[in-house]
Structure formats: structure tokens, C-alpha cells
């Protein structure tokens, strides 16, 4: 069964940092897109960043200059770094793959696995 496990979120302050991991499991994710989507109520689930099999990144413009995204394809682990987090991050979020590119994936389109999500919350 293909699993993906969020670690790392939390609570933080304005102005910190946090590393949300997801761990996958059940097929070889190398030649997969993965990503983070990321929910706030009242909004639509959103594609905040992403990374394709050939290592292409892709930000939405509020994870744009704080975010990083990367993957470890030995571990099958994908990876959000953030720095100087702000009260908007706030949310769930939820880690994705799928064989479709990120554009399709963007769309919420095509064969996509999710994890549970995590919650990040970030005060003032």
C-alpha cells in the first residue's frame, strides 16, 4: 500500500522556522512529482510547492523566497524547509505524489496519493 507520512509541523512563532517532512512508502517515488498542498479553512486546498521527477521546482507566489523544497529519492522522503514564517502560513498541510507533472498535479488533477496532512501554525 503507498503510504505517505507527514512529520514536523507545529507550533511556531513569527519569524521562525520549521522542517515538514513526508515520508513515502509502498512503490519507488523517483519518478513520481511530489509536493505540499496547503489548506486554510475557508479556502480551496492549494498547490504550495512542488518538485518533479527531473528535480523541477515549483512555488506558488506566498511560499515564494521562505520555502524550499527538495526530496531524497534514497529515502523516498520529500522536504519543506521554511524560514521566517508568518501568521498566513498557517495551515494544513498536505503532502502529495503522483506520476502525472506538476502542472497536472496544480490542477488537482490525474492519480494522486495524499498524506493525512499536518498542521502548521504560526502566531503573531
Known amino acids: 500500500q503507498v503510504q505517505l507520512l507527514e512529520s514536523g509541523g507545529g507550533l511556531v512563532q513569527a519569524g521562525g522556522s520549521l522542517s515538514l517532512s513526508c515520508a513515502a512508502s509502498g512503490r519507488t517515488f523517483s519518478d513520481y512529482t511530489m509536493g505540499w498542498f496547503r489548506q486554510v479553512p475557508g479556502k480551496m486546498r492549494a498547490l504550495f510547492a512542488a518538485?518533479?521527477?527531473?528535480?523541477?521546482?515549483y512555488y506558488a507566489d506566498s511560499a515564494k523566497g521562505r520555502f524550499t523544497i527538495s526530496r531524497d529519492n534514497a529515502r523516498n522522503t520529500l522536504y519543506l524547509e521554511s524560514k521566517n514564517l508568518k501568521p498566513e502560513d498557517t495551515g494544513v498541510y498536505r503532502c502529495?505524489?503522483?506520476?502525472?507533472?506538476?502542472?497536472?498535479?496544480?490542477?488537482?488533477?490525474?492519480?494522486?496519493?495524499w498524506g493525512q496532512g499536518i498542521q502548521v501554525t504560526v502566531s503573531s
Open positions: 502529495a505524489a503522483g506520476p502525472e507533472p506538476i502542472t497536472t498535479m496544480a490542477e488537482g488533477a490525474g492519480l494522486i496519493y
Open positions: 518538485i518533479g521527477s527531473d528535480g523541477t521546482q
